[in-house]
């Protein structure tokens, strides 16, 4: 049996070690960016990321789904077939990153992406649609999203754009970037 003593020592020894880890904590809490800390670890678990699905196709919820699934800290926090519940939803729960159709009922993408900005400025935004006109593109992408995909190159695209959006990159897919801007 070990000594009072010696367990008494033992316990003080973690109490400081687990006060200098908070402290430590605190520093990195207090140093980092709003952006850099959904990356940071606490007591060995990340974060998830939150991601908010506007899509007006039920079906290709599965699609979107089972992409982001190969990436276990991302969660999905919401599906919605409407662009206004999309915004109302996006200013409630705040998401990391928004994945949004453009035509949508109700609120178009694009008039939604402006919405979302304002009234969750820190959420980011992807544009996963089948419209692939530049003046689209370039009416999407000016309302400060960060990323433009075409549904057809989802599979290929979507986890790309995701991690490249997250990394603070703008993405645009690859038959688009060849895509004149008027």
Same mark, same amino acid.
């Given at each position: 049996?070990?000594?009072?003593?010696?367990?008494?020592?033992?316990?003080?020894?973690?109490?400081?070690?687990?006060?200098?880890?908070?402290?430590?904590?605190?520093?990195?809490?207090?140093?980092?960016?709003?952006?850099?800390?959904?990356?940071?670890?606490?007591?060995?678990?990340?974060?998830?990321?939150?991601?908010?699905?506007?899509?007006?196709?039920?079906?290709?919820?599965?699609?979107?789904? /089972?992409? =982001?699934? &190969?990436?276990?800290?991302?969660?999905?926090? !919401? @599906?919605?077939?409407? %662009?206004?519940?999309?915004?109302?939803?996006?200013?409630?729960?705040?998401?990391?990153?928004?994945?949004?159709?453009?035509?949508?009922?109700?609120?178009?993408?694009?008039?939604?992406?402006?919405?979302?900005?304002?009234?969750?400025?820190?959420?980011?935004?992807?544009?996963?649609?089948?419209?692939?006109?530049?003046?689209?593109?370039?009416?999407?992408?000016?309302?400060?999203?960060?990323?433009?995909?075409?549904?057809?190159?989802?599979? /290929?695209? =979507?986890? &790309?754009?995701?991690?490249?959006?997250?990394? !603070? @990159?703008?993405?645009? %897919?690859?038959?688009?970037?060849?895509?004149?801007?008027?």
């Amino acid at each position: 049996m070990k000594s009072p003593v010696y367990i008494n020592c033992a316990r003080i020894l973690l109490a400081r070690l687990l006060t200098r880890f908070r402290l430590l904590q605190v520093l990195v809490v207090k140093s980092a960016s709003r952006e850099q800390s959904q990356f940071k670890m606490w007591n060995s678990h990340m974060s998830p990321i939150r991601v908010l699905v506007v899509e007006d196709f039920e079906p290709f919820w599965q699609v979107i789904r /089972s992409t =982001l699934a &190969e990436r276990p800290d991302v969660q999905i926090i !919401g @599906e919605l077939a409407d %662009g206004m519940e999309g915004v109302h939803k996006a200013e409630v729960l705040e998401p990391d990153l928004v994945l949004l159709d453009i035509g949508l009922p109700t609120l178009n993408g694009i008039e939604a992406a402006r919405q979302i900005r304002k009234l969750a400025p820190e959420s980011k935004i992807v544009f996963l649609t089948q419209e692939s006109s530049a003046d689209v593109v370039q009416a999407a992408l000016g309302t400060g999203a960060h990323g433009y995909i075409v549904k057809s190159n989802a599979g /290929s695209e =979507l986890l &790309e754009a995701v991690n490249a959006v997250l990394r !603070g @990159e703008r993405f645009v %897919g690859a038959d688009l970037q060849a895509t004149p801007s008027q």
